[in-house]
């Protein structure tokens, strides 16, 4: 009797999925926690597995379909091994990126769901995945010649950014103030010390530690930056879970560096480097993406030079770094120039007044400019 391919529990508030890409097609011999189908929510990316092996005898549910948790998308014959029927060609199907946004990869418990994590620090290439069998198709709409219009279905991570940057604008009363930072000491640490760290830990010392650690000693100074409303309370947290944005081909993902305020630099930089391997090739767990206080996302690594990020609800705060460019500064009655990065903060003035914000992007300015403060365990 066939086996049936389910769709498992993926996450909390989690109801139904969209089918993305089939690994394998009908007649192909699949083995047991082989990948067959890639299915989407709003949150995250992840493979299904076979719970048996056998041969795929029927696939129920095509890609851009959408399926209940719960509900069968394929029957797998587990009386028959077969052999391995070759998967459609298609073209649309996007190599996996190095770069950095977000999945899981269930194993062998289904019902669980839930991957183990990459090896962090200094990773490797994107493992090859198996080839795509089918690739959710796009209708055309056919115009006159030389302005064709192609029509794409949101992904349901991209419906559900959509919908929170629509939330975050219309439901908190969000300011930015912004502030530039020299980034002197900072280069200068990182040139005296990259080759000692990166033999240390086998990863690279980059910016983006001294910007954690800046933010978790300025959140300690500015409580409200690290709080949110619920409903006619204010939730003040003595613990720090800091969101790191970053970008990738299924959009962005906020994955979370948990109890920061714990962390090393070694640790930090281990952690991102990770997100950063695994977001490129959907594998960031959902669980990973939920619960941060306070995010911090740098635009500079696309070029950016001045932006207004917007707050990830329910949290009150966000820190946008950007490029660092060589301009001219006054420093002791004298043009000198410095490398220098403009920040921007973007808070809900409902939880944090502008003396408070002001107050921690200055911190930030200062710890990052003088990080002898801070202390790099090598």
């Given amino acids: 009797m066939p086996v049936e391919l389910r769709i498992p529990p993926v996450g909390e508030s989690i109801t139904e999925v969209t089918i993305g890409a089939w690994r394998k097609a009908v007649g192909a011999a699949v083995d047991r926690d082989e990948e067959l189908v890639e299915l989407e929510t709003d949150k995250a ?118 919908e929170r940057l629509v939330e975050a604008q219309r439901d908190a009363a969000l300011l930015t103030t912004f502030n530039e930072i020299d980034m002197t000491a900072v280069v200068a640490l990182r040139k005296k010390y990259r080759d000692s760290f990166q033999a240390a830990y086998g990863v690279k010392l980059g910016f983006m530690s001294f910007f954690v650690k800046a933010v978790v000693e300025s959140l300690s100074a500015v409580p409200q930056l690290n709080a949110e409303i619920r409903g006619t309370d204010i939730v003040f947290r003595n613990y720090y879970d800091i969101g790191v944005a970053i970008g990738g081909g299924k959009g962005l993902v906020v994955p979370v560096l948990r109890n920061a305020e714990r962390l090393s630099f070694a640790e930090i930089e281990r952690t991102i480097a990770d997100f950063g391997h695994r977001a490129g090739e959907n594998k960031i767990k959902l669980e990973e993406l939920q619960g941060g206080t306070f995010t911090i996302s740098n635009g500079g690594v696309y070029g950016s030079l001045l932006s207004t990020p917007i707050v990830n609800p329910p949290q009150s705060g966000v820190l946008g770094m950007h490029a660092i460019q060589d301009r001219p500064v006054v420093r002791d009655g004298a043009i000198v120039i410095r490398p220098m990065m403009y920040v921007a903060l973007t808070y809900d003035h409902r939880v944090v007044d502008g003396r408070e914000a002001v107050t921690f992007l200055t911190r930030v300015r200062d710890i990052v400019e003088d990080p002898t403060r801070l202390l790099i365990e090598i």
């Fill in 45 to 162: 990316t992840f493979d299904l597995p076979s719970p048996v092996a056998g041969v795929i005898a029927k696939i129920l549910k095509k890609p851009g379909e959408t399926a209940a948790v719960g509900e069968v998308v394929g029957l797998i014959d587990d009386s028959k091994s077969g052999t391995p029927a070759a998967p459609a060609p298609t073209a649309s199907s996007p190599p996996a990126s190095s770069s950095a946004p977000a999945a899981m990869v269930p194993k062998k418990d289904v019902a669980a769901s839930l991957p183990q994590t990459a090896p962090a620090a200094e990773l490797p290439g994107p493992a090859k995945k198996p080839a795509r069998v089918e690739a959710p198709a796009a209708s055309a709409a056919v115009g006159p010649a030389g302005r064709e219009e192609r029509l794409v279905p949101m992904s349901p991570i991209r419906r559900r950014i959509a």
